[in-house]
């Protein structure tokens, strides 16, 4: 009867034995794997670290967007300036408006009208020109 005992124990202590090496094994594997697979997204980012390192020199810095930010606004500022003493210029001083074709045209029948008139008159009295 002992020896059923000692048996049945060496047994489950042989059980527990494999049982464990089987998942000590399997998680050596999975850990094998994840390893692979961590290498690899390692090998990638250290790829993508290294292209960025490469391009920062050739970025543009902060302090040189920021100058020609001021840059354009003091250009903006001095073009409003200037248009807005354009604008006080041209409301003292209005300029004439140019000469139009259209009205040209009345003016020029207007001076013939004028003109026949004129000599109409001059013939009814007798006038020479």
Known sequence: MI?????????????LASGQA???????????WRATILEE???????????LEEALPN??????????FAQVAQIEAQRQAQAMQQARAAAAFPQPAPPRA?????INSQLEALS???NRINQEFGVRS
């Open 116 to 118: 026949e008139r004129i």
């Open 59 to 68: 970025l543009i810095t902060r302090s040189e967007v920021e100058n020609a």
């Open 22 to 32: 089987l998942v000590l094994s399997a998680g050596r594997r999975r850990l094998a």
């Open 3 to 15: 020896e059923a005992i000692i048996t049945g124990a060496a047994c489950g202590i042989i059980g």
């Open 41 to 51: 997204q390692t090998t990638k980012l250290t790829a993508r670290i290294h292209g």
């Open 102 to 106: 259209d009205m040209n045209t009345a």
